[in-house]
Protein backbone atom coordinates (compact mmCIF):
# COMPACT_ATOMS: atom_id res chain seq x y z
CA UNK A 1 0.00 0.00 0.00
CA UNK A 2 1.76 3.47 -1.07
CA UNK A 3 1.94 5.93 1.40
CA UNK A 4 -1.25 8.07 -0.18
CA UNK A 5 -3.80 5.29 -0.12
CA UNK A 6 -2.42 3.77 3.60
CA UNK A 7 -3.22 8.24 4.94
CA UNK A 8 -6.82 8.53 3.51
CA UNK A 9 -7.64 4.41 4.59
CA UNK A 10 -8.75 5.67 7.77
CA UNK A 11 -11.96 3.34 7.97
CA UNK A 12 -10.08 -0.09 6.96
CA UNK A 13 -8.06 -1.15 10.33
CA UNK A 14 -8.68 -2.03 13.60
CA UNK A 15 -10.47 -1.19 16.34
CA UNK A 16 -8.83 0.30 19.44
CA UNK A 17 -10.53 0.25 22.84
CA UNK A 18 -8.91 2.00 25.23
CA UNK A 19 -9.80 3.11 29.34
CA UNK A 20 -9.43 6.45 30.47
CA UNK A 21 -5.97 8.01 30.39
CA UNK A 22 -6.21 8.31 34.61
CA UNK A 23 -7.51 5.33 36.12
CA UNK A 24 -10.39 2.86 34.75
CA UNK A 25 -13.68 3.88 34.96
CA UNK A 26 -15.69 3.60 38.66
CA UNK A 27 -11.88 3.60 40.50
CA UNK A 28 -11.44 6.87 42.71
CA UNK A 29 -8.62 9.15 41.80
CA UNK A 30 -5.55 10.16 43.86
CA UNK A 31 -6.62 12.52 46.17
CA UNK A 32 -10.19 11.98 45.45
CA UNK A 33 -13.69 10.46 45.92
CA UNK A 34 -15.19 11.15 42.32
CA UNK A 35 -15.49 8.45 39.96
CA UNK A 36 -13.81 8.50 36.94
CA UNK A 37 -14.87 9.63 33.66
CA UNK A 38 -16.85 7.39 31.35
CA UNK A 39 -14.69 5.22 29.25
CA UNK A 40 -13.81 6.86 25.81
CA UNK A 41 -15.22 5.72 22.78
CA UNK A 42 -13.87 3.07 20.57
CA UNK A 43 -11.12 4.63 17.67
CA UNK A 44 -11.42 2.88 14.43
CA UNK A 45 -7.93 2.98 13.40
CA UNK A 46 -6.33 2.51 9.93
CA UNK A 47 -3.29 0.26 8.96
CA UNK A 48 0.29 1.35 10.21
CA UNK A 49 2.46 3.60 8.11
CA UNK A 50 4.38 1.50 5.44
CA UNK A 51 8.44 1.08 6.17
CA UNK A 52 10.12 4.24 5.03
CA UNK A 53 12.08 4.02 1.73
CA UNK A 54 15.97 4.60 1.37
CA UNK A 55 17.72 8.01 0.28
CA UNK A 56 19.00 7.61 -3.13
CA UNK A 57 21.76 9.70 -3.81
CA UNK A 58 20.46 13.00 -4.65
CA UNK A 59 21.99 16.59 -5.99
CA UNK A 60 20.10 19.88 -6.91
CA UNK A 61 20.96 23.69 -8.28
CA UNK A 62 21.76 23.86 -4.01
CA UNK A 63 21.53 20.55 -2.17
CA UNK A 64 23.04 17.31 -2.06
CA UNK A 65 22.08 14.39 0.29
CA UNK A 66 24.83 13.04 2.93
CA UNK A 67 26.13 10.32 0.74
CA UNK A 68 28.00 12.92 -1.22
CA UNK A 69 29.55 14.35 1.60
CA UNK A 70 30.42 10.82 3.38
CA UNK A 71 32.77 10.34 -0.31
CA UNK A 72 35.55 12.35 2.11
CA UNK A 73 34.04 12.27 5.33
CA UNK A 74 33.18 9.22 6.52
CA UNK A 75 36.14 7.56 7.98
CA UNK A 76 34.96 3.54 8.13
CA UNK A 77 37.70 0.77 9.09
CA UNK A 78 39.70 1.46 5.90
CA UNK A 79 41.52 4.70 7.56
CA UNK A 80 42.97 5.69 10.17
CA UNK A 81 42.09 9.45 9.85
CA UNK A 82 39.20 11.22 11.92
CA UNK A 83 39.64 8.91 14.93
CA UNK A 84 40.65 9.98 18.28
CA UNK A 85 42.95 8.61 20.36
CA UNK A 86 40.88 5.60 21.58
CA UNK A 87 40.51 4.48 18.27
CA UNK A 88 36.90 5.64 17.60
CA UNK A 89 35.68 6.85 14.17
CA UNK A 90 34.83 10.52 14.75
CA UNK A 91 34.15 11.42 10.94
CA UNK A 92 31.57 14.03 10.81
CA UNK A 93 28.84 11.85 8.71
CA UNK A 94 29.55 8.79 10.79
CA UNK A 95 28.42 10.57 14.37
CA UNK A 96 25.99 12.14 12.08
CA UNK A 97 23.40 9.35 10.71
CA UNK A 98 23.11 8.09 14.51
CA UNK A 99 21.72 11.46 15.73
CA UNK A 100 18.13 12.76 15.92
CA UNK A 101 19.73 15.51 13.38
CA UNK A 102 20.13 12.62 10.75
CA UNK A 103 16.67 10.86 11.71
CA UNK A 104 15.11 14.35 11.92
CA UNK A 105 12.45 13.57 9.05
CA UNK A 106 12.51 9.41 10.06
CA UNK A 107 11.24 10.21 13.84
CA UNK A 108 8.47 8.04 13.86
CA UNK A 109 7.68 10.40 17.19
CA UNK A 110 7.61 13.54 14.86
CA UNK A 111 5.94 11.54 12.18
CA UNK A 112 2.74 10.83 14.72
CA UNK A 113 2.37 13.88 15.98
CA UNK A 114 2.54 15.26 12.21
CA UNK A 115 -0.04 12.98 11.47
CA UNK A 116 -2.09 13.84 14.41
CA UNK A 117 -2.12 17.95 13.13
CA UNK A 118 -3.14 16.24 9.82
CA UNK A 119 -6.46 14.79 11.00
CA UNK A 120 -7.28 17.72 13.62
CA UNK A 121 -6.86 20.09 10.77
CA UNK A 122 -8.80 18.57 7.73
CA UNK A 123 -9.06 20.70 4.43
CA UNK A 124 -6.00 23.04 6.08
CA UNK A 125 -2.84 19.90 4.84
CA UNK A 126 -1.13 22.65 3.20
CA UNK A 127 -0.90 24.73 6.28
CA UNK A 128 0.17 22.03 8.46
CA UNK A 129 2.88 20.38 6.01
CA UNK A 130 4.71 23.70 5.68
CA UNK A 131 5.01 24.40 9.26
CA UNK A 132 5.54 20.70 10.34
CA UNK A 133 8.70 20.12 7.57
CA UNK A 134 10.77 23.17 7.53
CA UNK A 135 12.73 22.52 10.32
CA UNK A 136 12.88 18.62 10.25
CA UNK A 137 13.13 18.17 6.38
CA UNK A 138 14.86 21.63 6.13
CA UNK A 139 16.44 20.89 2.41
CA UNK A 140 13.50 19.00 0.82
CA UNK A 141 10.99 21.83 2.58
CA UNK A 142 13.56 24.57 1.20
CA UNK A 143 13.95 23.14 -2.49
CA UNK A 144 9.80 22.80 -2.53
CA UNK A 145 9.72 26.29 -2.07
CA UNK A 146 11.87 27.40 -4.49
CA UNK A 147 9.61 26.18 -6.83
CA UNK A 148 6.62 27.76 -5.09
CA UNK A 149 5.57 24.60 -3.80
CA UNK A 150 5.41 23.10 -0.43
CA UNK A 151 6.62 19.54 1.17
CA UNK A 152 4.16 16.90 1.52
CA UNK A 153 3.58 14.17 4.13
CA UNK A 154 3.23 11.82 1.30
CA UNK A 155 6.38 12.61 -0.41
CA UNK A 156 7.79 12.60 2.86
CA UNK A 157 6.91 9.46 3.92
CA UNK A 158 7.29 7.66 0.16
CA UNK A 159 8.13 9.94 -2.52
CA UNK A 160 10.73 9.14 -5.29
CA UNK A 161 11.44 13.09 -6.33
CA UNK A 162 14.66 14.82 -5.53
CA UNK A 163 13.05 16.80 -2.80
CA UNK A 164 11.67 13.42 -1.11
CA UNK A 165 14.98 12.47 -0.66
CA UNK A 166 16.57 15.44 0.25
CA UNK A 167 13.82 15.31 2.65
CA UNK A 168 14.26 12.29 4.40
CA UNK A 169 17.85 13.13 4.66
CA UNK A 170 16.72 15.46 7.79
CA UNK A 171 19.04 17.95 8.55
CA UNK A 172 21.71 17.02 6.60
CA UNK A 173 24.97 18.01 5.86
CA UNK A 174 24.47 20.81 3.24
CA UNK A 175 21.37 22.72 4.61
CA UNK A 176 23.06 23.26 7.97
CA UNK A 177 26.53 24.39 6.62
CA UNK A 178 25.12 26.24 3.61
CA UNK A 179 23.25 28.42 6.39
CA UNK A 180 24.30 32.39 5.51
CA UNK A 181 25.42 34.55 7.76
CA UNK A 182 22.03 36.74 6.91
CA UNK A 183 19.79 38.04 10.20
CA UNK A 184 20.52 35.30 12.51
CA UNK A 185 20.10 35.55 15.75
CA UNK A 186 17.03 38.11 14.85
CA UNK A 187 13.26 37.14 14.99
CA UNK A 188 13.22 36.14 11.33
CA UNK A 189 15.56 34.08 11.56
CA UNK A 190 13.68 31.89 13.97
CA UNK A 191 11.04 28.94 13.26
CA UNK A 192 13.57 27.65 10.01
CA UNK A 193 13.68 31.27 8.81
CA UNK A 194 17.64 30.57 7.59
CA UNK A 195 18.79 31.58 4.35
CA UNK A 196 20.49 29.66 1.93
CA UNK A 197 22.47 30.93 -1.12
CA UNK A 198 22.57 29.52 -4.57
CA UNK A 199 26.43 30.25 -4.19
CA UNK A 200 27.39 26.59 -3.20
CA UNK A 201 29.45 27.67 -0.59
CA UNK A 202 29.87 25.57 2.28
CA UNK A 203 30.95 26.97 5.74
CA UNK A 204 33.40 25.81 7.92
CA UNK A 205 35.73 27.40 11.12
CA UNK A 206 38.59 26.45 9.69
CA UNK A 207 41.05 29.26 7.78
CA UNK A 208 42.21 28.71 3.98
CA UNK A 209 40.58 25.39 3.64
CA UNK A 210 41.63 23.13 0.19
CA UNK A 211 39.32 23.87 -2.29
CA UNK A 212 39.75 22.26 -5.39
CA UNK A 213 38.82 18.49 -3.98
CA UNK A 214 35.17 19.67 -2.99
CA UNK A 215 34.92 21.81 -6.33
CA UNK A 216 35.57 19.00 -7.97
CA UNK A 217 33.69 16.32 -6.54
CA UNK A 218 30.48 17.67 -5.34
CA UNK A 219 30.69 21.48 -7.01
CA UNK A 220 30.73 23.11 -3.57
CA UNK A 221 33.04 25.73 -2.52
CA UNK A 222 34.65 25.48 1.37
CA UNK A 223 34.75 28.95 2.64
CA UNK A 224 35.78 29.82 6.13
CA UNK A 225 33.46 32.02 8.03
CA UNK A 226 33.13 31.68 12.13
CA UNK A 227 29.80 32.37 11.96
CA UNK A 228 28.97 28.19 10.98
CA UNK A 229 30.22 27.88 14.63
CA UNK A 230 27.74 30.51 16.88
CA UNK A 231 24.59 29.70 18.60
CA UNK A 232 22.86 31.73 16.03
CA UNK A 233 22.47 29.68 13.17
CA UNK A 234 21.36 26.33 15.72
CA UNK A 235 18.66 29.04 16.84
CA UNK A 236 17.03 29.17 13.19
CA UNK A 237 15.21 25.53 13.53
CA UNK A 238 15.63 25.34 17.48
CA UNK A 239 13.64 28.48 18.18
CA UNK A 240 10.44 27.20 17.33
CA UNK A 241 7.29 29.88 16.77
CA UNK A 242 4.37 27.79 15.71
CA UNK A 243 1.61 29.67 14.25
CA UNK A 244 -1.74 30.50 16.65
CA UNK A 245 -4.55 30.29 13.78
CA UNK A 246 -8.27 31.57 13.99
CA UNK A 247 -9.66 29.90 11.11
CA UNK A 248 -7.16 30.60 7.92
CA UNK A 249 -5.69 34.12 9.68
CA UNK A 250 -2.48 34.18 11.99
CA UNK A 251 -2.95 35.95 14.84
CA UNK A 252 -0.08 35.28 16.74
CA UNK A 253 2.77 33.21 17.36
CA UNK A 254 3.30 30.36 20.01
CA UNK A 255 6.93 30.38 21.37
CA UNK A 256 7.01 26.28 21.49
CA UNK A 257 10.97 25.67 22.19
CA UNK A 258 13.47 28.77 22.93
CA UNK A 259 16.78 26.61 24.02
CA UNK A 260 18.78 29.62 22.12
CA UNK A 261 16.84 32.33 23.89
CA UNK A 262 17.27 30.06 27.09
CA UNK A 263 21.18 30.29 26.60
CA UNK A 264 21.05 33.68 25.87
CA UNK A 265 19.77 34.46 29.57
CA UNK A 266 22.76 32.77 30.97
CA UNK A 267 26.29 32.67 31.78
CA UNK A 268 27.10 30.55 29.02
CA UNK A 269 26.04 32.83 26.41
CA UNK A 270 29.39 34.87 27.24
CA UNK A 271 31.50 32.34 25.62
CA UNK A 272 30.23 28.52 25.90
CA UNK A 273 27.84 28.46 22.52
CA UNK A 274 25.45 25.59 21.95
CA UNK A 275 28.55 23.36 19.78
CA UNK A 276 31.05 23.29 23.33
CA UNK A 277 28.80 20.51 24.40
CA UNK A 278 26.94 19.46 21.29
CA UNK A 279 29.71 19.05 18.88
CA UNK A 280 32.33 18.33 21.56
CA UNK A 281 35.54 19.15 20.82
CA UNK A 282 37.36 16.74 23.25
CA UNK A 283 37.62 13.24 23.31
CA UNK A 284 36.54 10.80 25.96
CA UNK A 285 39.78 12.09 28.34
CA UNK A 286 39.33 15.33 27.98
CA UNK A 287 42.15 15.62 25.30
CA UNK A 288 41.53 18.04 22.34
CA UNK A 289 41.10 16.39 19.38
CA UNK A 290 43.67 17.49 16.52
CA UNK A 291 42.47 15.91 13.07
CA UNK A 292 42.02 15.82 9.26
CA UNK A 293 38.61 16.48 8.38
CA UNK A 294 38.62 14.69 5.52
CA UNK A 295 40.19 11.52 4.08
CA UNK A 296 40.86 12.80 0.47
CA UNK A 297 43.01 14.08 -0.53
CA UNK A 298 45.81 11.84 1.05
CA UNK A 299 48.04 14.19 3.66
CA UNK A 300 45.61 16.39 5.01
CA UNK A 301 47.16 18.81 8.14
CA UNK A 302 45.30 18.05 11.10
CA UNK A 303 42.61 20.24 12.26
CA UNK A 304 41.90 21.77 15.66
CA UNK A 305 39.21 22.26 17.02
CA UNK A 306 37.64 19.29 15.50
CA UNK A 307 33.83 19.72 16.37
CA UNK A 308 32.10 15.95 17.14
CA UNK A 309 29.15 16.14 14.87
CA UNK A 310 27.22 13.66 17.48
CA UNK A 311 24.83 16.36 18.20
CA UNK A 312 23.92 14.45 21.36
CA UNK A 313 20.23 16.39 23.26
CA UNK A 314 17.75 14.61 25.30
CA UNK A 315 16.60 11.92 23.69
CA UNK A 316 17.85 8.15 24.17
CA UNK A 317 14.66 6.77 24.46
CA UNK A 318 13.52 7.78 20.17
CA UNK A 319 17.36 6.60 19.50
CA UNK A 320 16.52 2.96 21.12
CA UNK A 321 12.79 2.97 19.47
CA UNK A 322 14.98 3.67 16.02
CA UNK A 323 17.18 0.88 16.88
CA UNK A 324 14.18 -1.45 17.77
CA UNK A 325 12.72 -0.75 14.42
CA UNK A 326 15.57 0.61 12.42
CA UNK A 327 14.25 -1.94 9.04
CA UNK A 328 11.68 0.03 9.19
CA UNK A 329 13.50 3.56 8.69
CA UNK A 330 15.05 2.94 5.80
CA UNK A 331 18.32 4.37 7.22
CA UNK A 332 20.91 1.73 6.38
CA UNK A 333 22.28 2.33 9.77
CA UNK A 334 23.24 -0.28 12.31
CA UNK A 335 21.93 -0.93 15.21
CA UNK A 336 24.89 -0.80 16.94
CA UNK A 337 25.57 2.54 15.76
CA UNK A 338 21.79 3.99 17.61
CA UNK A 339 22.71 2.28 20.59
CA UNK A 340 26.05 4.04 21.10
CA UNK A 341 24.64 7.42 20.21
CA UNK A 342 21.63 6.55 22.94
CA UNK A 343 24.43 6.03 25.10
CA UNK A 344 26.15 9.94 24.45
CA UNK A 345 22.35 11.06 24.71
CA UNK A 346 22.07 9.35 28.31
CA UNK A 347 25.81 10.44 29.24
CA UNK A 348 24.52 14.04 28.18
CA UNK A 349 21.34 14.05 30.32
CA UNK A 350 23.51 13.47 33.09
CA UNK A 351 26.14 16.13 32.78
CA UNK A 352 23.36 18.84 32.82
CA UNK A 353 22.10 18.10 36.29
CA UNK A 354 23.22 17.63 39.99
CA UNK A 355 20.70 16.39 42.70
CA UNK A 356 21.71 16.81 46.81
CA UNK A 357 20.33 16.17 50.00
CA UNK A 358 21.33 19.57 52.04
CA UNK A 359 20.17 18.38 55.33
CA UNK A 360 17.71 15.96 57.19
CA UNK A 361 16.29 16.97 60.63
CA UNK A 362 13.53 16.01 63.04
CA UNK A 363 10.70 19.11 62.90
CA UNK A 364 8.45 17.80 65.78
CA UNK A 365 7.09 14.15 64.32
CA UNK A 366 7.96 14.86 60.69
CA UNK A 367 11.06 14.16 59.41
CA UNK A 368 11.94 17.30 56.94
CA UNK A 369 14.39 16.31 53.74
CA UNK A 370 15.72 19.37 52.72
CA UNK A 371 16.23 18.03 48.92
CA UNK A 372 18.37 20.82 45.82
CA UNK A 373 18.05 20.20 42.14
CA UNK A 374 20.81 22.23 39.89
CA UNK A 375 20.76 22.69 36.31
CA UNK A 376 24.26 22.88 34.78
CA UNK A 377 23.02 22.83 31.25
CA UNK A 378 23.35 25.98 29.14
CA UNK A 379 19.59 26.26 29.05
CA UNK A 380 16.58 25.13 31.41
CA UNK A 381 16.44 22.21 32.53
CA UNK A 382 14.82 19.91 30.34
CA UNK A 383 14.27 22.18 26.93
CA UNK A 384 13.17 21.00 23.89
CA UNK A 385 10.26 19.51 23.09
CA UNK A 386 7.53 20.01 25.43
CA UNK A 387 7.00 16.47 25.99
CA UNK A 388 9.88 16.10 28.10
CA UNK A 389 10.25 16.47 32.24
CA UNK A 390 12.34 15.62 35.09
CA UNK A 391 11.00 14.97 38.52
CA UNK A 392 12.58 14.14 42.25
CA UNK A 393 12.01 10.35 43.24
CA UNK A 394 12.47 10.53 46.88
CA UNK A 395 12.39 7.67 48.36
CA UNK A 396 12.79 6.73 52.70
CA UNK A 397 13.29 3.62 53.84
CA UNK A 398 13.10 1.96 57.33
CA UNK A 399 15.49 -0.14 59.47
CA UNK A 400 14.72 -3.12 57.45
CA UNK A 401 14.58 -1.24 54.20
CA UNK A 402 10.99 -1.10 54.43
CA UNK A 403 9.38 1.34 52.93
CA UNK A 404 8.05 4.56 54.93
CA UNK A 405 7.95 7.18 52.39
CA UNK A 406 7.80 7.03 48.84
CA UNK A 407 6.87 10.20 46.35
CA UNK A 408 7.52 9.80 42.64
CA UNK A 409 7.62 6.23 41.97
CA UNK A 410 6.53 4.81 38.61
CA UNK A 411 4.75 1.87 36.90
CA UNK A 412 5.91 -0.25 33.98
CA UNK A 413 4.48 2.30 31.67
CA UNK A 414 7.06 5.34 32.94
CA UNK A 415 4.03 6.85 34.55
CA UNK A 416 3.51 8.57 37.68
CA UNK A 417 2.20 6.21 40.22
CA UNK A 418 1.45 5.99 44.10
CA UNK A 419 2.94 3.57 46.11
CA UNK A 420 -0.90 1.60 45.59
CA UNK A 421 0.11 2.07 41.66
CA UNK A 422 -2.72 4.30 41.32
CA UNK A 423 -1.76 6.52 38.11
CA UNK A 424 -0.68 10.33 39.02
CA UNK A 425 -0.55 11.76 35.78
CA UNK A 426 -3.34 12.42 33.30
CA UNK A 427 -3.56 14.16 30.01
CA UNK A 428 -6.49 16.93 31.07
CA UNK A 429 -5.14 17.96 34.29
CA UNK A 430 -1.60 19.61 35.67
CA UNK A 431 0.12 18.42 38.39
CA UNK A 432 0.99 22.03 40.42
CA UNK A 433 4.67 22.96 41.46
CA UNK A 434 5.20 22.06 45.43
CA UNK A 435 8.25 23.86 47.39
CA UNK A 436 7.06 21.57 50.16
CA UNK A 437 5.72 17.80 49.63
CA UNK A 438 3.73 16.65 52.60
CA UNK A 439 1.69 13.69 50.92
CA UNK A 440 3.22 10.69 48.56
CA UNK A 441 0.87 11.53 46.01
CA UNK A 442 2.59 15.12 45.35
CA UNK A 443 5.69 14.78 42.90
CA UNK A 444 8.26 17.41 42.22
CA UNK A 445 7.46 17.38 38.41
CA UNK A 446 9.58 20.34 36.14
CA UNK A 447 8.14 20.58 32.85
CA UNK A 448 6.63 22.41 30.66
CA UNK A 449 2.54 22.18 29.63
CA UNK A 450 1.49 23.86 26.73
CA UNK A 451 -2.60 25.07 26.66
CA UNK A 452 -5.17 25.52 24.17
CA UNK A 453 -7.24 28.41 23.42
CA UNK A 454 -9.44 27.19 26.46
CA UNK A 455 -6.70 27.22 28.95
CA UNK A 456 -6.64 23.43 28.91
CA UNK A 457 -3.52 21.83 28.80
CA UNK A 458 -2.39 20.14 25.35
CA UNK A 459 0.43 18.14 23.29
CA UNK A 460 -0.52 19.35 20.28
CA UNK A 461 1.77 22.12 18.97
CA UNK A 462 -0.89 23.93 16.76
CA UNK A 463 -3.49 23.91 18.87
CA UNK A 464 -1.18 25.89 21.51
CA UNK A 465 -1.79 29.25 22.64
CA UNK A 466 1.08 29.28 25.49
CA UNK A 467 1.81 27.20 28.75
CA UNK A 468 -0.20 26.28 31.56
CA UNK A 469 2.88 25.48 33.32
CA UNK A 470 6.65 26.14 33.10
CA UNK A 471 8.69 24.89 35.79
CA UNK A 472 11.82 24.01 34.13
CA UNK A 473 14.80 24.57 36.08
CA UNK A 474 16.52 27.99 34.85
CA UNK A 475 20.01 28.05 34.01
CA UNK A 476 22.75 30.20 36.25
CA UNK A 477 22.69 33.92 35.25
CA UNK A 478 19.05 34.02 34.49
CA UNK A 479 17.65 37.06 34.56
CA UNK A 480 13.61 38.40 35.03
CA UNK A 481 14.94 41.63 32.95
CA UNK A 482 15.43 39.71 29.59
CA UNK A 483 13.74 40.59 26.81
CA UNK A 484 12.21 37.93 25.99
CA UNK A 485 11.02 37.13 29.82
CA UNK A 486 7.25 37.08 29.09
CA UNK A 487 7.75 34.43 26.50
CA UNK A 488 10.17 32.40 28.37
CA UNK A 489 9.58 33.19 31.95
CA UNK A 490 8.63 30.42 33.92
CA UNK A 491 4.94 29.93 34.85
CA UNK A 492 3.59 28.30 38.03
CA UNK A 493 6.33 28.94 40.80
CA UNK A 494 4.83 32.31 41.96
CA UNK A 495 5.76 32.39 45.73
CA UNK A 496 8.26 29.60 45.68
CA UNK A 497 11.10 31.80 46.93
CA UNK A 498 13.84 28.51 46.53
CA UNK A 499 13.06 28.31 42.76
CA UNK A 500 16.32 30.19 41.81
CA UNK A 501 18.33 30.52 38.54
CA UNK A 502 21.19 27.44 39.05
CA UNK A 503 19.08 25.52 41.38
CA UNK A 504 16.05 24.99 42.91
CA UNK A 505 14.96 22.94 46.66
CA UNK A 506 11.94 21.33 47.59
CA UNK A 507 11.41 20.33 51.40
CA UNK A 508 9.91 16.94 51.65
CA UNK A 509 8.15 16.33 55.61
CA UNK A 510 7.54 12.76 56.17
CA UNK A 511 5.72 11.86 58.85
CA UNK A 512 6.34 9.14 61.45
CA UNK A 513 10.37 10.63 60.13
CA UNK A 514 11.87 9.20 63.65
CA UNK A 515 11.79 5.54 62.20
CA UNK A 516 13.54 6.41 58.90
CA UNK A 517 17.39 5.61 58.31
CA UNK A 518 17.93 5.77 54.81
CA UNK A 519 16.58 8.49 52.36
CA UNK A 520 17.47 7.99 48.61
CA UNK A 521 17.06 10.78 45.92
CA UNK A 522 16.89 10.84 42.16
CA UNK A 523 15.93 12.79 39.10
CA UNK A 524 14.64 11.19 36.70
CA UNK A 525 14.28 12.36 33.02
CA UNK A 526 11.94 11.11 30.49
CA UNK A 527 11.45 12.03 26.75
CA UNK A 528 8.28 11.72 26.46
CA UNK A 529 5.61 11.46 28.74
CA UNK A 530 3.04 8.44 29.30
CA UNK A 531 0.41 10.37 28.87
CA UNK A 532 1.35 11.36 25.14
CA UNK A 533 1.60 7.78 24.35
CA UNK A 534 -1.95 7.25 25.19
CA UNK A 535 -3.38 9.93 23.70
CA UNK A 536 -1.67 8.89 19.74
CA UNK A 537 -2.08 5.51 20.62
CA UNK A 538 -6.02 6.98 20.21
CA UNK A 539 -5.65 8.96 16.69
CA UNK A 540 -6.85 7.37 13.46
CA UNK A 541 -3.54 8.13 11.34
CA UNK A 542 -1.04 5.54 10.06
CA UNK A 543 1.97 7.51 11.39
CA UNK A 544 0.15 7.44 14.90
CA UNK A 545 -0.54 3.63 14.88
CA UNK A 546 2.96 2.40 13.87
CA UNK A 547 4.67 4.86 16.41
CA UNK A 548 2.53 3.74 19.22
CA UNK A 549 3.03 0.24 18.06
CA UNK A 550 6.64 0.90 18.33
CA UNK A 551 6.21 2.80 21.68
CA UNK A 552 4.10 -0.19 23.30
CA UNK A 553 7.31 -2.66 22.97
CA UNK A 554 9.51 -0.19 24.44
CA UNK A 555 7.58 1.62 27.04
CA UNK A 556 9.05 5.31 28.22
CA UNK A 557 11.06 4.09 31.60
CA UNK A 558 13.14 7.39 32.93
CA UNK A 559 16.76 7.70 32.89
CA UNK A 560 18.60 8.40 36.53
CA UNK A 561 19.91 12.23 35.69
CA UNK A 562 21.27 12.59 39.19
CA UNK A 563 21.11 10.72 42.67
CA UNK A 564 21.58 11.03 46.28
CA UNK A 565 21.95 9.20 49.64
CA UNK A 566 21.93 9.68 53.05
CA UNK A 567 21.82 7.57 56.15
CA UNK A 568 20.38 8.58 59.09
Known amino acids: MNATNTRYALRAGILLLLLPLGFSCGETPPGGTTPGPEPEPEVELPPPLDPLPPVHLTTTDRFATSSQCGQCHFAGPETTVMHDAAGNDISPVYLWRSSMMGFAARDPYYLAVFGEELVAHSGREAFVEKTCTRCHAPAGSEEQAQAGGHLTFDALVAGDGKEAHLARDGVTCTLCHQIADDGLGKTQSFGGGFVIGYEREIYGPHLVPKVDPMQLIVNYTPTASAHITKSEVCATCHTVLVPIMKGDQRVGDFLEQAPYLEWKNSTFAAGVPCATCHLPTQDGAKVDISSPIAKFPEGLGARTPYGQHRFSGGNAYMLRILADNVEWTGAGVAPEELEQSAARAEAHVAEGAVVK ?33 AWIHLRAEGAGGEVLFESGAFDATGALVDRKGARLDRSDSVLPHHDVVTKESDVQVYEAIAKDATGAPTHRPLASVGFVKDNRLLPLGWSSADPWIDWIGPVGVAGDGTFQPGFDRVTYAIEGGAAVRRVTVELLYQSVRPTELDTLARVPHPAAVRFSGMASARPSIPLVAAQALIEL
Open 357 to 389: ILSASMQGSALAVEVQVENHAGHKFPTGYPSRR
